[in-house]
């Protein structure tokens, strides 16, 4: 039986192992099913989205600057959700393929430091119309990305001033992590621990404690930007069990060269 196009979200991961975590819990708990697509493995993204409800673009181990074919081909494919206007969320990588499609400039920050931990986080006057945000967020990059013109900033950060944003009326990008189960990111500290050396880094044991403290709210917060976004009711998955994906990947209404997942 053909799945409904309205209940259908295209899924881009870029490693064989990514999963799309708590998101994917989230939306399937919400009547969603997932398309999942895999471009560095070879995987055609569709020419039109008329058979989707929308598009999750996750993190990944490469840069957005960087010169392979997929990641070329996804810049470029990113032309159909806009013209099209379907709902888009990008994440991380995902998010700095956007900005970059849209004109807008990838970079690590001057000073060398990177988010890989637990990091503050500002909504603007324009996030806070929206939704309610979380103090505290998780991070796994060392590149940022610049604020693309015509785009709506939403949530700022001291080192890296563009945290996330709105383009249009539906396409959305953020450079944290919300995705994350706990069983994917005690993976990520493990893969990741050469990381925790680079300038700004937090070590592993700070990765997990914090996650005690705030993901909570962080959880809280991407249920209702994904009930934003897709325009679902996506409260009942907020007691849904999210610690069962191991994979890498990559509030309320109102591991690479430079781009880490």
């Known amino acids: 039986m053909e799945t409904d196009p309205s209940r259908k979200i295209l899924i881009v991961l870029h490693q064989e192992t990514s999963s799309a975590g708590r998101v994917g819990q989230v939306l399937q708990a919400s009547g969603f099913s997932l398309d999942i697509r895999r471009p560095p493995l070879g995987h055609p993204l569709p020419e039109t989205l008329e058979n989707h409800a929308g598009v999750v673009m996750f993190g990944g181990p490469m840069s957005a600057n960087d010169h392979d074919e997929f990641v070329r081909r996804e810049t470029d494919w990113l032309s159909v959700p806009l013209r099209e206007n379907k709902p888009f969320l990008g994440i991380c990588l995902g998010a700095q393929l956007l900005v970059r499609h849209l004109g807008?400039?990838?970079?690590?920050?001057?000073?060398?430091?990177?988010?890989?931990?637990w990091y503050p986080l500002r909504a603007t006057e324009a996030g806070r119309k929206l939704l309610h945000w979380p103090?505290?967020?998780?991070?796994?990059?060392?590149?940022?990305f610049s604020l693309p013109k015509d785009a709506t900033l939403l949530a700022t950060?001291?080192?890296?001033?563009?945290?996330?944003?709105?383009?249009?009326?539906?396409?959305?990008?953020?450079?944290?992590?919300?995705?994350?189960?706990?069983?994917?990111m005690q993976r990520w500290v493990v893969r990741g621990a050469q990381r925790f050396v680079m300038p700004g880094a937090q070590q592993g044991r700070d990765h997990?404690?914090?996650?005690?403290?705030?993901?909570?709210?962080?959880?809280?917060?991407?249920?209702d930007f994904l009930e934003l976004i897709f325009d679902c009711e996506c409260k009942g998955a907020l007691h849904s069990g999210d610690e069962a994906t191991g994979q890498h990947p990559a509030?309320?209404?109102m591991v690479g060269r430079r781009g880490l997942a």
């Open 104 to 117: 807008g400039q990838v970079r690590s920050h001057d000073d060398g430091l990177v988010e890989i931990g």
């Open 135 to 144: 103090e505290m967020v998780y991070q796994f990059h060392r590149e940022g």
């Open 208 to 223: 997990l404690g914090g996650r005690l403290i705030w993901d909570r709210h962080l959880k809280t917060w991407l249920v």
């Open 251 to 253: 509030g309320r209404r």
């Open 157 to 184: 950060a001291e080192h890296y001033p563009n945290q996330a944003f709105r383009y249009g009326e539906n396409a959305w990008g953020v450079q944290f992590h919300a995705e994350l189960t706990r069983a994917m």
